[in-house]
């Protein structure tokens, strides 16, 4: 009885050849070099679409302060005191929460009208991070 009639083809095959191994291995660099610069993209893609959406929610939350108040809010801290927000978001291309830039409604003023990106650089869209 032979190796084949049995299903036991394989059991003369004792590894692969070198061809068999480069071929594999070239296969799997074209592979990481296609998929590696898209996996930096899609994190610094995250990223924004994060901060943006940090943004948004901070600008509705100072809107909300303002109707309840009629004024703005002096600090960040005051959205967090008061109810408004359980803690100050953190930017996600500083990961810091201190890096919001306070914008105030009039120029010189101490209130809070908006607030920017402290992140340097800018978008995948050629957008300063300061001006989301």
């Known amino acids: 009885m032979n190796g084949r009639s049995c299903g036991l083809w394989f059991s003369s095959h004792h590894g692969f050849t070198l061809i068999e191994l480069s071929e594999v291995i070239a296969v799997i660099g074209i592979i990481s070099m ?3 610069p898209m996996y930096g993209t899609t994190i610094q893609r995250a990223k924004e679409t994060a901060l943006k959406e940090n943004l948004f929610v901070m600008r509705k939350v100072l809107d909300q302060y303002y109707k309840d ?6 600090e960040l801290g005051a959205l967090v005191r008061e109810g408004y927000l ?4 953190v930017d996600p291309l500083t990961n810091n929460a201190q890096s919001w830039i ?8 101490s209130d809070i009208y908006d607030v920017r990106s402290g992140a340097d650089g ?7 991070f300061r001006e989301f």
């Open 34 to 36: 296609s998929v590696v």
């Open 69 to 74: 108040h009629e004024k703005w809010p002096e």
């Open 86 to 89: 359980r803690a100050i978001p």
């Open 102 to 109: 306070p914008v105030p409604s009039e120029p010189g003023g």
């Open 122 to 128: 800018a978008s995948l869209d050629s957008i300063p």
